[in-house]
């Protein structure tokens, strides 16, 4: 081959060498092996010479065509062999924004419980949050529940030790704020939960 063609095929091989996808490789394969590509160009060359020099220079260009070729074949199978174990940049598109999460929603009961409780503090009710597990005084004696009354037995009531229970009901708060907060006249109230099993 002349140093033209050596020069014609150290420039593929470079372009080809620069190219970082399959796209960009066809762009180079048709610069240099495309109808109107670099190698078509030599090959009008063949008009004007004598049948020898024909077979001389025919011999040159499937050499450059070969060259070429093999290189372009090695390089498109090492970026298909590299979009295949490479990391799948496709799946995931990180630039694109995030799904928002929607906020929750109260529950209905203590939505319900929050517009009682703002209302009630705005006629001038104190509200305060008081045990769960109550005393037998504050949960029975003190609201005049006798000993013998069914809600004092153990299939109505859970106790957790001897004198204590968790309340059966939320009055038991009405003792301990008197208690607190001093005698009547005195606005107080309070929600949570009751135990029992009914």
């Known amino acids: 081959m002349s140093d033209n063609n050596d020069a014609l095929v150290e420039a593929a091989k470079e372009s080809i060498a620069a ?9 180079v394969r048709v610069q240099y092996l495309g109808k109107k590509g670099k190698l078509k160009s030599l090959q009008q060359q063949l ?9 001389e220079f025919g011999k040159t260009l499937n050499a450059v065509k070969q060259s070429i070729q093999t290189a372009l074949t090695e390089k498109k ?12 940049i496709d799946a995931i ?4 924004p995030g799904v928002r999460s929607l906020p929750g929603h109260r529950h209905p009961l203590m939505a319900t419980m929050e517009e009682v ?17 109550e005393t037998e005084f504050f949960n029975f004696d003190a609201l005049n529940t006798p000993d013998w009354h069914p809600a004092r037995d153990m299939h109505d009531s859970f106790y957790t030790t001897v004198g204590n229970v968790l309340r059966t009901h939320t009055s038991a708060f009405q003792t301990r704020a008197m208690k607190q907060f001093g005698p009547p006249p005195l606005r107080a109230m309070t929600s949570g939960r009751c135990y029992r099993r009914d």
């Open 19 to 27: 190219a970082q996808t399959l796209a960009e490789l066809d762009e």
């Open 47 to 55: 008009k004007s010479l004598s049948p020898e020099e024909k077979r």
């Open 77 to 88: 199978e090492a970026l298909e062999a590299s979009e295949k174990t490479g990391p799948q």
């Open 93 to 96: 598109d990180v630039t694109l």
């Open 117 to 133: 409780k703002s209302i009630l503090i705005g006629l001038g009710f104190r509200y305060d949050d008081y045990p769960e597990v």
